[in-house]
């Protein structure tokens, strides 16, 4: 090859066969990868972020569950003592006390007040245990905030009218579970 034919393929403005893409993408190249990422992220939040309230709700009723249990095993040991006494102080009792190990967002026994979202905490003013849950990520519940959980120990009976038998204790869900009990 000639130096003159190499000096007319440099100054040339037409793609060669030989040239390499070096220079970047092109605006709809750029464009094309945009929409596509974009496209993928929307998808992505739209399946991740009811999971992410899903995982918070499963949290909470797994927690209840466990607390359940325990209440149960408390009360039937008492029981199991004859000794009711034992029994009727459980009621408006902290079930979190019966916990060898409670969960990581447990924030103590505190008076009502300013408690950061996703936080559990027994309010001793009222004798509840409450949980606050985290901002709604998902389009179902945006539309209606999710207010504070609170459960109380409650004493069951054994007979409905005469209220003198007591059968144990339970965990009550006494205000704002609504959102606990959607499937």
């Known amino acids: 090859m000639n ?9 040339s403005s037409f793609p060669t066969a030989g040239r390499s893409h070096a220079q970047g993408f092109t605006l709809l190249e750029l464009v094309v990868v945009i929409v596509i990422v974009s496209t993928l992220v929307s998808t992505l939040l ?15 009723l797994k927690l209840e569950g466990q607390l359940r249990s325990s209440l149960a095993m408390e009360s039937a040991r008492y029981v199991a003592e004859g000794n009711k006494d034992g029994v009727r102080q459980m009621a408006g009792m902290n079930p979190l006390s019966l916990m060898l190990d409670p969960p990581r967002n447990y924030l103590g026994v505190r008076k009502t007040g300013d408690v950061p979202r996703e936080h559990w905490y027994f309010a001793s003013d009222r004798q509840v245990l409450v949980y606050r849950p985290g901002v709604p990520r998902s389009i179902e519940y945006r539309d209606r905030p999710l207010g504070e ?3 109380s120990v409650e004493l069951a009976y054994a007979d409905s009218d005469a209220r003198d038998r007591i059968y144990g204790v339970r965990l009550v869900r006494t205000r704002g579970a609504d959102w606990l009990d959607d499937q």
């Open 149 to 151: 959980v609170e459960f």
């Open 46 to 60: 739209v399946r991740v972020l009811p999971a992410i309230d899903e995982a918070e709700r499963a949290a909470v």
């Open 3 to 11: 130096k003159s034919h190499k000096k007319a393929r440099k100054g």
